[in-house]
T-cell receptor, first 115, second 112 residues
Framework: KNQVEQSPQSLIILEGKNCTLQ??????????LRWYKQDTGRGPVSLTI?????NTKSNGRYTATLDADTKQSSLHITASQLSDSASYIC??????????????FGKGTKLSVKP | NAGVTQTPKFRVLKTGQSMTLLCAQD?????MYWYRQDPGMGLRLIHY???????AKGEVPDGYNVSRLKKQNFLLGLESAAPSQTSVYFC???????????FGNGTRLTVT
C-alpha cells in the first residue's frame, strides 16, 4: 500500500535554531515529492518539489533532500523564525492514481518555534 | 487574483441536514479537488475533477456528492450530514495532475 510517514509528529525549538523534518515513503511508481507548509487556519502552500533525479533543493532557509534509493526525504530549516511555526506536510506523487488520486499525503509534522 | 476561494468559512449543522460547500478558482485550472482534514490524519481525497463536467471518487467519497458545471467552480454537497463528517474541508486546484496544488483556506464544519 502506498504510504507516507513523517517524523517527528511534533517538534518545539527555540528561535534561531535549526531543525530537520523527516519523510519516508513507500510509493510506487514514484513521480516526485513535495513539501507543503500549513499555517494554522490556512490551506497548505507548496514549499518545494523534488523530482527523482534531484538530491537537494533550497528555497530560502528551507532545504529539501531526497534519497530515491532509500525512499527518504528531509526538510531542513535554518535559523528558524517565529513565522516558521506551522505544520509541514510531505506529499508523494505517483504516476498512477487509484482512489487516493496520485497524491499521497503524510500526516505532517507540527513545528513550534518559541522565542 | 484571489486564487482559490471557499465559502462558507464556518458552518454548524444538525444531523440529517444538508448543505453545499462552494469552491471557486480564478486561475483557469483544469483539476479541482475536495479534501477533508481530521486531527492526526493526513489530508484525504473525497472527490476530484479533471475538467468541466467530469467528477471522480477519491479515497473517502461516501456521504458526499460533487458537481463541476463550470470550470471555475467545484461544489461539494452533503445530503444528510452525520457527526462523522465533522471536519475541515479543503478545496484545491492545479493546472494538471503533476503541478503543485493551490489550496483554499478551508471550511470548518461541525455536525451535532
Amino acid at each position: 500500500k502506498n504510504q507516507v510517514e513523517q517524523s517527528p509528529q511534533s517538534l518545539i525549538i527555540l528561535e534561531g535554531k535549526n531543525c530537520t523534518l523527516q519523510c519516508n515513503y513507500t510509493v510506487s511508481p514514484f513521480s516526485n515529492l513535495r513539501w507543503y507548509k500549513q499555517d494554522t487556519g490556512r490551506g497548505p502552500v507548496s514549499l518545494t518539489i523534488m523530482t527523482f533525479s534531484e538530491n537537494t533543493k533550497s528555497n530560502g532557509r528551507y532545504t529539501a533532500t531526497l534519497d530515491a534509493d532509500t525512499k527518504q526525504s528531509s526538510l531542513h530549516i535554518t535559523a528558524s523564525q517565529l513565522s516558521d511555526s506551522a505544520s509541514y506536510i510531505c506529499v508523494v506523487i505517483s504516476n498512477y492514481g487509484g482512489s487516493q488520486g496520485n497524491l499521497i499525503f503524510g500526516k505532517g509534522t507540527k513545528l513550534s518555534v518559541k522565542p | 487574483n484571489a486564487g482559490v476561494t471557499q465559502t462558507p468559512k464556518f458552518r454548524v449543522l444538525k444531523t440529517g441536514q444538508s448543505m453545499t460547500l462552494l469552491c471557486a478558482q480564478d486561475m483557469n485550472h483544469e483539476y479541482m479537488y475536495w479534501y477533508r482534514q481530521d486531527p492526526g490524519m493526513g489530508l484525504r481525497l473525497i472527490h476530484y475533477s479533471v475538467g468541466e463536467g467530469t467528477t471522480a471518487k477519491g479515497e473517502v467519497p461516501d456521504g458526499y456528492n460533487v458537481s463541476r458545471l463550470k470550470k471555475q467552480n467545484f461544489l461539494l454537497g452533503l445530503e444528510s450530514a452525520a457527526p462523522s463528517q465533522t471536519s475541515v474541508y479543503f478545496c484545491a486546484s492545479s493546472p494538471d495532475r503533476y503541478s503543485p496544488l493551490h489550496f483554499g483556506n478551508g471550511t470548518r464544519l461541525t455536525v451535532t
